[in-house]
Each structure stands twice: as C-alpha cells, then as structure tokens.
C-alpha cells in the first residue's frame, strides 16, 4: 500500500491527536501545579513579608536554613527503623 508523501493512515490520525492532547495536559497540569506550590511556598514561609521575592536565587542560598519538623506516630517510628539486629 502505498501513501503519498505527507499523508498519514486513517488509523494513525487519532493516535497522533490523543498523543498531543495528552502532552498540553499534562503540560498545563505541570504549569498549575507549579504556580500553586509557588503561593503555597509564599503563604507558609515565616516571617514573609508581601515585598519578599521568593525566587530561586533566595530560596537555595548557602546561608539559609530552612527549619522543619516532623511528627511520627510511636507505629510509624518502628516501621522506619532498621529490621535485621545490628549486625
């Protein structure tokens, strides 16, 4: 079977099409991901004030320090400790 230069089999169009529709998808899902996790990051930072640019020259400098706490169950705590007796 032969196809012109150009042209694509009935059976390929579709594919093609849900291929790229799934690719801006996934890329706007990305983008407002991104913009949420950006304003996340801005209202749980202490101390921030409205004029405080959080980009990533200020975010991951040498001098920061970023503190966090973390809260386990005694169960959670066990499940993470080594299993095997310290050999």
Known sequence: MDMPFGKTPLGW????????????FAGALLIVTLFCGSVALQRVTPGASASQIL????????TNVW???????RDQWEAM???GGGQ
């Open 13 to 24: 169009r579709g594919a093609t099409n849900s291929h790229q529709l799934m690719t801006i």
């Open 55 to 62: 980009d990533s020259e200020h975010i991951y400098n040498l």
């Open 67 to 73: 503190t966090i706490h973390l809260k386990f169950a």
């Open 81 to 83: 400790e080594p299993k």
